[in-house]
Nanobody, 121 residues
Framework: VQLQASGGGLVQAGGSLRLSCVVS????????MGWFRQAPGKEREFVAA?????YYADSVKGRFTISRDNPKNTVYLQMSSLKPEDTAVYYC??????????????????WGQGTQVTVSS
């Protein structure tokens, strides 16, 4: 199973970016797909996930939208109203676990390589 994340970049505060994560080697249908991020010197943190519904960290709720295209085996993270504190490496991941573990990075088995998002003030 391989995950390929893309779409990161440098953007000004208030701007938008869309991250993509293409999965190969397994279908994402009915599978938990998540996005996490890690800023320098900080722990990896949950951002958003989806299975049959969507889940968001409080810090991104209302600004980020996770979506999936099952035929394309791709998950997206639309990020709007970006803030400097959103700066981090963003990782996509897939989990075989249950939805109660959806915010726990340890429940995810496969990870993409990460894509850098930098928001300037």
């Amino acid at each position: 199973v391989q995950l390929q994340a893309s779409g990161g970049g440098l953007v000004q505060a208030g701007g938008s970016l869309r991250l993509s994560c293409v999965v190969s080697g397994r279908t994402i249908r009915n599978t938990i797909m998540g996005w996490f991020r890690q800023a320098p010197g900080k722990e990896r943190e949950f951002v958003a996930a989806t299975r049959w519904t969507e889940y968001y960290a409080d810090s991104v709720k209302g600004r980020f939208t996770i979506s999936r295209d099952n035929p394309k085996n791709t998950v997206y993270l639309q990020m709007s109203s970006l803030k400097p504190e959103d700066t981090a490496v963003y990782y996509c991941a897939t989990s075989n676990g249950i939805t109660s573990t959806i915010g726990n990075w340890a429940a995810y088995s496969y990870w993409g390589q990460g894509t850098q998002v930098t928001v300037s003030s």
